[in-house]
């Protein structure tokens, strides 16, 4: 906006015309920045702890995953190769089967137990139960 003062115009128009013009050069206050610069780090923060909640979701899910995995893959173990018949896991694991059981207790996040009880009346059927802490199956499977 241009501003032009002539002589004929009174004192007061003219302290207007210079005041207008050094508005238009000087830009934002001080105020205004620090409203700003402060606006601008709470919307950041706001941002970072949904960003921190985010994070922790999803490593808990894939938590959850591995140790259904876990679950999972020792009770395909046990039907794959077939336990003795015990009351009791303790000892009852053929040789693969319990080295897959070793495997899956050695991980760090991963605290399968198992659990067989016979089927009264048949030798070679078996109520297998395998928990971990949020997950439990269960499956009638064969044994020797």
């Known amino acids: 906006m241009t501003c032009t003062c002539h002589t004929e115009r ?31 780090l709470v919307g950041t ?9 985010f994070i922790r979701e999803v490593a808990d899910e894939r938590m959850r995953l591995e140790e259904f995995y876990d679950v999972l893959e020792t009770m395909e173990s046990l039907v794959a190769n077939r336990p003795d018949c015990a009351d009791s896991l303790t000892g009852a694991l053929s040789r693969d089967s319990a080295h ?20 009264p009346g048949s030798p070679h059927l078996a109520w297998a139960v395998v928990a971990s802490e949020h997950y439990s ?8």
Do not use: D, M, Y
Request: aromatic share 6%; with cysteine; net charge positive.
């Open 100 to 119: 897959l059981l070793k495997l899956a207790r050695s991980q760090e996040s991963s605290s399968v137990s198992v659990h067989l009880t016979r089927v």
């Open 10 to 40: 009174s004192e007061v128009s003219r302290a207007s015309c210079v005041a207008l013009a050094a508005n238009s050069r000087l830009g934002f206050t001080l105020p205004e920045v620090c409203v700003a610069l402060s606006i601008f």
């Open 137 to 144: 199956l269960r499956r009638l499977v064969r044994c020797r």
């Open 45 to 53: 923060a706001a941002l970072l702890g949904c960003w921190n909640f």
